[in-house]
């Protein structure tokens, strides 16, 4: 019975088909990103306060004009039928139950539609995000777009940090390659069956980066909330608040990218500063434990996204366990917070829990 997210992990490694194993849970190059992410919360100490009210202890916090339960959202992921034959539609049954937030993937093996039949459906659910990517002709992007909202998606996440594929060399190795009946569904051409991946694929998607003025393009294409995933720079945080952006997600793609790219632990702070209140600021890479869930909050961070323990729950046990890891996180989230004295994530109940400074070390309760 597992009784972490890392039991969760090597459980699922046993049930998963080694090549399938290094796409999901491999990353770029050295995979130095990918390690760094994890490392980086683990290693930021927490100083908790002690004797501080606890009654009305909660996790819920505000997004983008939303109360949601907690703060933790199921990331944009692409072919998770590859980790479990119901994929996506397992993600957005449990996440939705457990009132996480879903972004779905462009490159979803399930029906974008059905995903959010689903997911909609559950009266204690999160938010629901539709993730892009740029494609190579606009009309391809618009229909999607279209569909998206037609289905009740309720905001955009366009990922600007995979103009091109990573050095995934993991997975290069293991001679991985999409089995049958799993693709990219929702760019299947529409007089296609469905049932493989459309005439755009993922290579040709990535070859065509995305520039600022797509950003503002999709901006005037929608009416719905445009957030930029995978910054990492304050400066592009200033520029993505000049185009327009509702909310920014610091990643560098779970270390799939780019390598040698810092932890998002060590970005969030900066991101968060340049941003300075204006937008959200949300984060992921590397969140394993309910305590990095409280130290990405105390930093500013308005909600946080999980990847790969989401598909080591569903390889698991397909809703069950993604639902498992997500309840596993919001637990840890809540000890965490009553065992460092916060009674909710409010920036003023947490950010003396990361203090190291001598005006922080003067603050009275
Ligand atoms: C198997 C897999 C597929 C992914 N596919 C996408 C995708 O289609 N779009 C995207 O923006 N990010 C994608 N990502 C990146 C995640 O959204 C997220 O940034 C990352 O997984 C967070 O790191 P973590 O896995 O350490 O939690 C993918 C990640 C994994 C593991």
Not at 53 to 65: D, F, I, K, N, R
Not at 141 to 146: A, E
Not at 320 to 335: M, N, T
Request: aromatic share 4%.
């Amino acid at each position: 019975m597992p009784v972490t997210l890392a039991d969760h992990e090597w459980l699922a490694q046993e049930r998963t088909e080694p090549s399938a194993w290094a796409y999901l849970c491999g990353g770029a190059a050295d995979e130095i990103t990918l390690r760094a992410n994890q490392n980086a919360w683990q290693q930021i100490p927490l100083r908790p306060r002690v004797l501080r009210p606890l009654a009305g202890c909660h996790t819920c916090t505000e997004l983008m004009g939303r109360t949601l339960a907690h703060p933790i959202m199921v990331a944009p992921m692409a072919y998770q039928r590859l980790a479990h034959t119901h994929g996506e539609a397992a993600t957005a049954l449990a996440a939705a139950a457990q009132g996480a937030g879903l972004v779905l993937s462009t490159q979803s093996s399930t029906r974008l539609e059905d995903v959010a039949r689903l997911y909609l459906g559950e009266p204690e659910r999160g938010p629901l995000w539709f993730q892009l990517y740029k494609m190579a002709a606009r009309s391809h992007m618009r229909d999607l777009v279209q569909r998206a909202e037609d289905a009740g998606y309720e905001a955009l996440v366009l990922t600007v940090d995979a103009p091109v594929h990573g050095a995934r060399d993991r997975e290069r190795r293991a001679g991985f390659v999409l089995p049958p009946g799993v693709g990219a569904i929702n760019l299947a051409s529409p007089e296609g069956d469905g049932s493989q991946p459309g005439p755009v694929d993922f290579d040709i998607l990535c070859n065509q980066a995305a520039t600022w003025d797509d950003v503002a393009w999709l901006g005037m294409l929608t009416s719905l909330p445009m957030v930029l995933k995978g910054i990492t720079h304050p400066a592009d945080a200033r520029l993505a608040l000049e185009a327009g952006a509702a909310a920014i997600i610091v990643s560098n793609h779970g270390g799939r990218t780019l390598d040698t790219v810092p932890a998002t632990a060590q970005l969030l702070p900066e991101i968060v500063a340049a941003v300075d209140g204006r937008c959200p600021v949300l984060v992921d890479g590397g969140i394993r434990r309910g305590t990095d869930v409280l130290k990405a909050m105390a930093m500013g961070a308005s909600a946080v996204l999980v990847g790969r323990p989401v598909i080591h729950g569903l390889a698991n046990s397909g809703a069950a366990g993604v639902a498992h890891v997500i309840r596993l996180l919001r637990d840890e989230l809540a000890i965490a917070m009553a065992l460092c004295g916060c009674r909710t994530l409010s920036r003023s109940d947490t950010t003396s829990i990361m203090s190291f400074t001598s005006n922080d070390t003067k603050e009275t309760p």
